[in-house]
């Protein structure tokens, strides 16, 4: 079977979630591949999620929260928009490329939005490719070698 | 018949043998109570000696350092067979420490650098290390070196845990004094897996400065300012691994104007010091445009060599994927 891009999608309950509901009531069409998972708020996602995620084998990761200014917690959009660029930076620094991850914004209103970016984004990791974190037995070849 | 105790550095600095030394006259106490059978910074046994010891004949093993070649191998899995105890003891054995970020290059690169293109170095006929060398007078073997730093419990089961780089003295005694007595008492080990000789907070909580609600507009490298010795290095914009590190050492760095490099390890419930660190600095940065934040994390440098100074061998993205970074 061809290589399918397995992403995992982190969106906040009070926009992005009801957003990507909404691009399913209204059959719009779009990739399958984002296997979504609800959160309170963008502003609870810790980085670790992010790294667990890759490792678990997602090719990419997506969070989706309220538009700037939206979020139900006041500033949990704006944490992890910070949050967001330290992680960019981290990747790249391990050779993972940044755009593996995204940030979005996407309100209750916007199916179409949402469903826009999932093939967006879709594609950009298609592009991309698997992602083969490195363990020994890729490097079997030199881990023993003299 | 005393129990024995063995005492190893694999790749190791020395800097965990000379902690243990560190307890002064406290070693008398040791040397008394335990029949020292290894300790290669002090004492001269064979590892042939080791070798013909029957199984489960060592009570207690302290190993320091990580395992990057055949040798430290040989022995971890040696000690392992040979230690009813066996401890991985300060930063290299428990995660791979300074070491570890050999992991973000490939063997190759390490050695192209060492023995060709480092500015010290003349090797015009490009001579590497080889692991079998053919003289008139016999043949010497050096351990093959491995291209994965490896902290002790990725190669055999370990049983404890004692962190620091170094490890503190007074930690190291109060660990020594606490196995004595149960030994003594016949009382019952701690659940496998503890980590002796540490907090059960983060570094945070035993630092006396005094945090305030952080706003960042830059960060500053220890040496650009001299920091208020009262507040918390991090409002200061100096990146401290406090927020991510396990308390025990009582705070020794940031006492002394210094920020927390993170040696004690994780804190409990923690599982990537890398993760927490970008949520400790998200919080700080004083930037809600994506701009402005760039331009702020602009003055940080090396995020992954700071975040995982001691434990990128044991974070959850490890070398990451290396055929990408190489060619950057
Ligand atoms: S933990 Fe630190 S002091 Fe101990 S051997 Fe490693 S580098 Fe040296
Ligand atoms: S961040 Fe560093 S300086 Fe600030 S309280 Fe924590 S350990 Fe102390
Ligand atoms: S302050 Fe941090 S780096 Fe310094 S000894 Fe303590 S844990 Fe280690
Ligand atoms: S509630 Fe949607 S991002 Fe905070």
Redesign the pocket.
């Known amino acids: 079977m061809s290589w399918e891009p397995k992403i995992a999608g982190f969106l ?5 979630y009801t957003g990507a509901d909404l691009a399913g009531t209204s059959r719009l069409h779009y990739p399958p591949n984002i296997r979504v998972i609800r959160m ?4 609870r996602m810790d980085p670790v999620f992010v790294f667990k995620a890759f490792q678990a084998g997602a090719d990419g990761v997506i969070v989706s ?2 538009h700037p200014g ?4 006041q500033e ?2 704006f944490k ?1 928009l910070r949050r967001a660029h330290l992680i960019k930076r981290v990747l790249a620094d391990l050779g993972i490329h940044p755009d593996r991850f995204r940030l979005t914004w996407v309100s209750a209103s916007e199916g179409d939005r949402w469903a826009r970016f999932s093939a967006d984004f879709t594609q950009t990791i298609r592009t991309l490719g698997p992602l083969k974190l490195t363990s020994d037995s890729i490097l079997e070849g030199t881990y023993n070698a003299a | 018949m005393k129990p024995k105790l063995a005492l190893y550095w694999a790749a190791s600095c020395g800097g965990c043998e000379i902690a243990v030394v560190d307890v002064e006259e406290h070693i008398l106490t040791i040397a008394d109570f335990f029949d020292i059978v290894l300790w290669p910074v002090a004492m001269d046994f064979k590892y042939k000696d080791v070798e013909a010891m029957p199984d489960g004949e060592i009570t207690l093993c302290l190993f320091n350092g990580s395992i990057r070649n055949s040798e430290n191998e040989h022995m971890a899995k040696l000690l392992r067979a040979k230690s009813k105890v066996l401890v991985a003891f300060g930063s290299c054995a428990q995660e791979g420490c300074i070491p570890g970020l050999a992991n973000l290059f490939t063997k190759q690169q390490i050695w192209d650098y060492v023995y060709k293109q480092s500015p010290s170095t003349v090797n015009e006929s490009g001579i590497f290390p080889q692991p079998i060398n053919k003289m008139p007078e016999g043949t010497i073997e050096i351990p093959t070196m491995w291209d994965t730093v490896k902290p002790l419990n990725q190669v055999v089961d370990v049983d404890y845990y004692v962190p620091g780089c170094p490890p503190q003295s007074d930690q190291i005694l109060n660990v020594v004094v606490a196995v004595i007595d149960i030994l003594k008492n016949g009382q019952p080990l701690p659940p496998k897996g503890t980590i002796l000789g540490a907090g059960d907070k983060t570094c945070c909580d035993e630092c006396g400065r005094e945090r305030k609600e952080k706003k960042i507009k830059k960060f500053v490298r220890p040496h650009e300012i001299i920091p208020n010795p009262k507040e918390c290095l991090m409002d200061q914009g100096i990146v401290c691994c406090g927020p991510a590190t396990r308390s025990g050492c009582g705070a020794k760095c940031t006492a002394v104007n210094v920020p927390c490099r993170g040696c004690y390890g994780p804190p409990p419930d923690c599982l990537d010091p890398g993760a927490k660190m970008i949520s400790a600095l998200s919080s700080v940065i004083d930037a809600s445009e994506p701009e402005e934040i760039d331009s702020i994390l602009a003055t940080l440098t090396d995020p992954v060599g700071t975040f995982y100074r001691f434990n990128l061998a044991a974070s959850i993205l490890g070398r990451g994927q290396m055929e990408v970074r190489k060619q950057s």
């Open positions: 906040c309950n009070w926009c992005s309170m708020c963008t502003g929260g309220c939206d979020c139900h917690y949990g959009n992890m």
